[in-house]
């Protein structure tokens, strides 16, 4: 999504994953504030590329940095995932 800028069938599939994972975290409220947490970054990814669409002149670093934020919060969340998982 940030290199596409604003595709709006691109923006309703990632919409439909996070909705997906909503559903999946809900029966496992250990990884609940690690879920939250891609949540807000992802909410704040969105509004940053739609900022920078509306604002051409906006610093693309910004949304880069948003962009890496959400990157974090995804590897923290699947780390508790991981660690969810039976040792083999």
């Given at each position: 999504?940030?290199r596409a800028?604003?595709?709006p069938e691109?923006?309703?599939?990632?919409s439909?994953?996070?909705?997906?994972?909503?559903?999946?975290?809900?029966?496992l409220p250990?990884?609940?504030v690690?879920?939250?947490?891609?949540t807000?970054?992802?909410f704040?990814?969105?509004h940053?590329?739609?900022?920078?669409?509306?604002?051409?002149e906006?610093?693309?670093?910004?949304?880069?940095a948003l962009h890496?934020?959400?990157?974090?919060?995804?590897?923290r969340?699947?780390?508790k995932?991981?660690q969810?998982?039976?040792?083999?």
């Open positions: 999504m940030v800028r604003f595709d691109l923006y309703l599939r990632v439909r994953r996070m909705d997906e994972m909503r559903l999946c975290a809900a029966a250990s990884i609940s690690a879920r939250v947490e891609v807000i970054r992802h704040e990814l969105l940053g590329i739609w900022k920078g669409v509306q604002h051409p906006a610093d693309p670093a910004e949304v880069q890496a934020e959400l990157r974090t919060a995804v590897q969340l699947s780390r995932c991981v969810l998982m039976p040792a083999a």
